[in-house]
């Protein structure tokens, strides 16, 4: 019988992988993060250099995968178990929890209150930068816990109870009494349907059960649009009493054991941030107890705002930071027209601004971020200083966290529109910051109503732009250019809030890029932020910049 020899498959070799950069895997992000450890050394928080080291070698590793595993699995909303019970809980893939161990274990929430002191605020700040680099969503639990300490602080007995199980460096996602709890977790419930900004418009009412007042216990009842990290265990929460808007602190669990009458409705499905479940939640008579003043709810929640705000601006220098290492990186490892991207002259130019970009924003929310130390040791013009320059720097930095991360996006190329590459995450988390705590226009409105009640604010941040204008003369006339619009036409100030808000946010980021950082980075950045020249895009740096020190510094080695 004749043999039939299979037919020969031909092998054309269309699959061999040419040209593509490997991934950016390992590492140590808090080392590689130049603009950081140096603002950490000058702010005040090199005590806190190996806890930062450990942390960002532990994040460059397995971390990122389980933010990517987080994010692709999203949380799922279960509001009654199989008998028909209501339960109201969130169930998340497991790398979310994986993900929370690690940012509760370093303290990215606690930091400053379980080691009050110099630089506790700096080394907390870079503490959440850094673990932020792997992922985001957890950051918005971890930040309100943080922010909702000092918060509580207005009424002493409430924060004698939960300030040691929120300030555990212990992860306990259960849902119990916070008495059986290793660690607790706080959240915030202010805006509803009508209303975001103007939180006076809130509807949610609380009634007295004993007498009422600071302290006592409420029922209350109404609505929330959107409540972020809705497995918390306790919510500082906005309501109307009899005497006005007021605070309260709202458990998940009552103190017998049985859950809370907090009712989740929805989850949001959110553009980004998908890894944090946002709630619509309702309140049917919950039990809560008031924090601070009747009728104050608002200066009360305010110092919890204050915090999470100054994490606004961290979180979206650390976006920018994530899209500068992955976009100088691409472009180290790929080649068009015989060359590598990053020798190609423009792509030299639009790397460099985006490193520009990114180490202002480092640079100035880590200055920001001593301020919150200086105020804990009693500094009268760091308080002045950080009232203006936190929503000054906030309005500006989230501001271009989504410009900053859509060119970053396109270093590389169709890779980068392709959620494998991570940058599509990046970019879609970029916009939030913007969001919440004030969206943009309210923080610009936040600036000239500050500037209106305490002229000093504006001094005490000028005091700060001029130690850097004396060295610089771009940065000098910039300066003079500015006090003159802030003094003139009264009448059109809200028309121009944000023209003017942004250039105050310029003019610090210069003064502090002047004194403290690179030279190359701060002449780039005098030229085209402060002189103008400069076109509407990244990447229109002019010529004469040292495009290849820039990047350098801030390209994630081999
Ligand atoms: C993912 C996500 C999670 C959130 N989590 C929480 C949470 O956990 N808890 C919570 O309480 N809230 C949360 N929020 C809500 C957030 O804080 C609000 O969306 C935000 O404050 C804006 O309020 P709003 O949506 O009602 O918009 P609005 O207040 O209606 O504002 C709409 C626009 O008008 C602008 N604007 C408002 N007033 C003025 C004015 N006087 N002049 C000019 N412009 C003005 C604003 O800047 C904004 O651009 C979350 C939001 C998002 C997106």
Not at 423 to 434: G, I, N, T
Request: proline share 6%; aromatic share 6%.
């Amino acid at each position: 019988m004749a043999v039939v020899e299979p037919p020969r498959t031909r092998v054309y070799g269309t699959h061999e992988v040419l040209n593509q950069a490997p991934p950016l895997e390992g590492g140590n992000l808090y080392a590689r993060n130049r603009p950081l450890v140096e603002a950490v050394h000058r702010e005040g928080g090199a005590w806190a250099e190996s806890r930062l080291m450990e942390l960002g070698e532990v994040v460059g590793g397995e971390p990122r995968e389980w933010g990517t595993l987080a994010n692709t699995t999203p949380p799922i909303l279960r509001t009654h178990d199989r008998y028909g019970n209501r339960i109201d809980e969130v169930e998340f893939h497991p790398s979310w929890h994986e993900l929370m161990k690690i940012a509760v274990g370093y303290g990215t929430h606690s930091l400053p209150w379980r080691e009050p002191g110099p630089g506790a605020h700096v080394a907390r700040a870079a503490l959440f930068i850094t673990y932020s680099l792997a992922e985001g969503g957890t950051g918005c639990p971890i930040s309100m816990t943080y922010s909702a300490v000092p918060a509580l602080r207005a009424q002493p007995e409430l924060a004698a109870e939960w300030e040691p199980h929120l300030t555990s460096n212990e992860y306990d996602p259960r849902l119990v009494p916070v008495s059986e709890k290793a660690g607790a977790l706080a959240g915030m419930a202010m805006t509803e349907k009508q209303g975001g900004s103007d939180v006076r418009a809130n509807t949610t009412v609380a009634r007295p059960l004993n007498g009422g007042g600071p302290g006592a216990e409420y029922e209350v009842t109404g609505h929330k649009w959107f409540c972020s990290a809705p497995m918390c265990d306790v919510f500082l929460v906005l309501a109307q009493a009899e005497g006005g808007l007021s605070c309260f602190l709202l458990p998940r669990v009552l103190p017998d054991g049985s859950r809370n009458r907090f009712h989740l409705q929805r989850l949001k499905d959110k553009l980004g941030n998908r890894s944090n479940a946002s709630s619509e939640v309702e309140f049917r008579a919950a039990w809560a107890r008031m924090v601070g003043e009747e009728g104050r709810g608002v200066p009360t929640i305010i110092e919890m705002v204050n915090h999470t705000r100054l994490d606004c601006t961290t979180g979206s220098a650390t976006g920018m930071r994530a899209g500068v290492a992955q976009a100088t990186w691409h472009a180290a490892h790929r080649s068009a027209f015989g060359k590598l991207l990053i020798e190609q002259p423009l792509m030299q130019n639009v790397l460099a601004d985006l490193c520009v970009e990114s180490e202002a924003a480092t640079i100035a929310a880590m200055r920001l971020a001593r301020a919150y130390d200086e105020v804990a040791a009693g500094d009268e013009q760091a308080a002045l200083f950080r009232r203006l320059a936190n929503a000054t720097l906030k309005y500006w930095t989230c501001k271009r966290a989504p410009w900053h991360a859509v060119e970053c996006l396109e270093c590389f190329g169709g890779n980068g529109f392709v959620e494998e590459s991570g940058m599509p995450r990046l970019y879609r988390e970029a916009p939030l910051s913007s969001i919440w705590e004030g969206s943009g226009n309210v923080q610009c409105l936040d600036v000239l109503r500050a500037m209106v009640k305490s002229p000093e604010a504006l001094e005490a941040l000028f005091a700060e732009v001029d130690e850097g204008a004396a060295a610089e003369p771009r940065l000098a006339e910039f300066s003079a250019d500015l006090r003159r619009d802030l003094g003139s036409d009264a009448e059109t100030m809200q028309t121009r809030a944000r023209r003017l808000v942004e250039r105050m946010a310029l003019a610090l980021q210069g003064s502090l890029l002047v004194r403290h950082g690179d030279e190359a980075v701060a002449d780039a950045f005098c030229a085209s932020r402060l002189s103008g020249d400069w076109g509407q895009a990244f990447g229109t740096l002019p010529p004469g910049v040292d495009f290849a020190r820039i990047i350098e510094r801030h390209r994630p080695a081999a």
